[in-house]
């Protein structure tokens, strides 16, 4: 069926580093959200990207929609103790309608 | 304060034992829907909601009944719950105005059944 793919699925970064997570649907997104949910907590939204090959910036996090409008990324950059937690990437499939699939996610730890 | 909320947070309950997890939101926001959460699966969407009285399935349907009789509320119904039925569930909603716009989710319920 139709569903979308997140790698790698855990990542374990230093503290300082920088580390990107894709998102890889099996058919055209109309567009690609990207929520952060950190333990215990519910997703929250971070953003959202509708455009071909757009990019957006937000401090130290990088979000891409690929030019077929299948994959995303999202890279970080300096990593803090802070960005642990679940990364979510989320998109209405052009062909499903108005359901909403997400990404299994890539829970992210960071070590001191 | 814009905000979604679910009731109850937590529940243990047993097979077959019908149950309601109530979620309401304040934002004015039409399109509702409900997400089960499973560890290693990410979110699923059960059922959504693109206004009062319309409601269609999400992924995974099988076993949970919605209704949308006003647009703040929309209840999620087990009526016969089973074991694998456990599981963390959330709220969301959103404007829903031609596109998508950013979800807003509840704080999640987490169900268990024995």
């Known amino acids: 069926g139709q569903q979308v793919m997140q790698i790698p699925q855990y990542q374990h970064v230093q503290e300082g580093e920088d580390f990107t997570t894709y998102c890889n649907s099996s058919t055209t997104l109309s567009n690609i959200q990207w929520y952060k949910q950190r333990p215990g907590g519910h997703p929250v939204f971070l953003i959202q990207l509708v455009k071909s090959g757009e990019v957006k910036k937000q401090k130290r996090l990088t979000f891409q929609f690929g030019e077929a409008k299948k994959n995303s990324s999202l890279h970080i950059t300096a990593t803090q103790t802070t960005d642990v937690g679940t990364y979510f990437c989320a998109g209405p499939m052009e062909a499903a309608g108005n359901k909403l699939t997400f990404g299994g996610g890539t829970r992210v730890l960071v070590k001191p | 304060e814009a905000q979604v909320t679910q009731n109850p947070r937590y529940l243990i309950t047993v097979t077959g034992k019908k149950l309601t997890v109530t979620c309401s939101q304040n934002?004015?926001?039409?399109?509702m829907s409900w997400y089960r959460q499973d560890p290693g699966l990410g979110l699923r969407q059960i059922y959504y909601?693109?206004?009062?009285?319309?409601?269609d399935k999400g992924d995974v349907p099988e076993g949970y009944k919605v209704s949308r009789k006003e647009k703040r509320n929309f209840p999620l119904i087990l009526e016969s719950p089973s074991p694998n039925q456990t599981s963390l569930y959330f709220c969301a909603s959103s404007l829903k105005r031609g596109g998508f716009y950013e979800q807003f989710f509840g704080p999640g319920t987490r169900l268990t059944v024995l």
């Open positions: 934002m004015n926001h039409e399109y």
């Open positions: 909601s693109m206004n009062v009285e319309v409601t």
